[in-house]
Nanobody
Framework: VQLVESGGGLVQPGGSLRLSCAAS????????MRWYRQVPGKERELVAA????????NYVDSMKGRFTISRDNPKKVVYLQINSLKPEDTAVYLC?????????WGQGTQVTVSS
């Protein structure tokens, strides 16, 4: 199982990013997927989850509205669209396999929001 995130970077407040997580080594369409974020010194924070077929999504209340999770099963990719970025969104964003408790994690992609 391999999960590789990409799409992070330095962005100004108010900007947008679309993060990608490319999956391999398992039947992607059979698994729900999750996005988390982590700031050094703080607990890893769930952002959103998506079911295996993409029809169901869950968001942490504080993430509703600016974050959108989606997936492309033929391409084996899960996405996280983040709009209206704020400095407090600065974190490493990680994808993980699982609709429930995840069992595999990617290495993460750094998102830095700063002017």
């Amino acid at each position: 199982v391999q999960l590789v995130e990409s799409g992070g970077g330095l962005v100004q407040p108010g900007g947008s990013l679309r993060l990608s997580c490319a999956a391999s080594g398992f039947t992607f369409s059979a698994y729900g997927m999750r996005w988390y974020r982590q700031v050094p010194g703080k607990e890893r924070e769930l952002v959103a989850a998506i079911s295996s077929n993409g029809r169901s999504t869950n968001y942490v209340d504080s993430m509703k509205g600016r974050f959108t999770i989606s997936r492309d099963n033929p391409k084996k990719v899960v996405y996280l669209q983040i709009n209206s970025l704020k400095p407090e969104d600065t974190a490493v964003y990680l994808c993980a396999r699982g609709w429930g408790n995840p069992d595999y994690w990617g290495q993460g992609t750094q998102v830095t929001v700063s002017s």
